[in-house]
């Protein structure tokens, strides 16, 4: 596609249930990223893969946090027994390069409310 | 270690000048500089790496001070389309993918 997609845009999910978030990167991007944006902050790293190697998860809050991208392009955030404190915009970017001396374009973002 | 932005906020009448810095007590090894729309994806602007260098991108320029660890955003002329909240990343080299980001300058810029 033409920019990074992200589905889906909203997310209301009850306090206790899972959720999947997804990531279309751009085509051929080798490096994706992860972050978590509370409002009025600034974007928080959760995650880094470098094709369909996880390099990085140092950022993710607790083991309720799982990332996966098993064919080096689509990546899955997924989120077990949300909490409240779990709502935020979830970013995806990718860029091209393996190293972040390169453009990192972002997706729109999925925005999640537990409730 | 979370860079720090200053100022937090700006408002500024079109064709005014702003300088946004961002600072950081660790050593960089690049300084990214980013723009966030309510409610749209953050855009990328620039890219410093270490060694001083400075880039401009239309009437957008930025300087990173490798030995004072900060760089600063500079915007000329003003224009309506530059209001948005800016935020820098830094990158100290240890990690490829942890770019850590500050709290941002939400920049308004009226007619």
């Known amino acids: 596609g033409a920019g990074v997609s992200q589905s889906p845009r909203y997310k209301v999910a009850k306090r206790g249930q899972d959720v999947a978030l997804r990531c279309d990167p751009i085509?051929?991007?080798?490096?994706l990223f992860w972050y978590q944006q509370a409002l009025g902050q600034g974007p928080e790293f959760l995650t880094y893969?470098?094709?369909?190697?996880?390099?990085?998860k140092s950022g993710l809050p607790s083991d309720r946090f799982f990332a996966e991208r098993p064919e080096g392009s689509v990546s899955t955030l997924k989120i077990q027994r949300t909490q409240q404190e779990d709502s935020a915009v979830y970013l995806c970017?990718?860029?091209?390069?393996?190293?972040?001396?390169?453009?990192?374009?972002f997706g729109q973002g999925t925005r999640l409310t537990v409730v | 270690q979370q860079p720090v932005q200053s100022p937090q906020a700006v408002i500024l009448r079109e064709g005014e000048d702003a300088v946004i810095n961002c600072s950081s007590s660790?050593?960089?090894?690049?300084v990214h500089w980013y723009r966030q729309k309510h409610g749209e994806a953050p855009v990328f602007l620039m890219i410093?790496?270490?060694?001083?260098e400075q880039k401009g991108h239309e009437k957008i320029s930025a300087s990173f001070n490798e030995k004072k660890q900060q760089s600063s955003l500079y915007l000329t002329a003003s224009q309506l389309s530059y209001s948005g909240t800016y935020f820098c990343?830094?990158?100290?080299?240890?990690?490829?993918?942890?770019?850590?980001f500050g709290k941002g300058t939400k920049l308004s810029v009226k007619p």
């Open positions: 410093l790496l270490k060694g001083g």
């Open positions: 990343g830094t990158d100290y080299g240890g990690s490829q993918g942890n770019l850590i």
């Open positions: 970017a990718s860029s091209l390069g393996g190293t972040f001396d390169t453009e990192a374009f």
């Open positions: 660790k050593a960089l090894y690049s």
């Open positions: 085509s051929g991007h080798v490096s």
């Open positions: 893969f470098q094709n369909e190697a996880q390099l990085d």
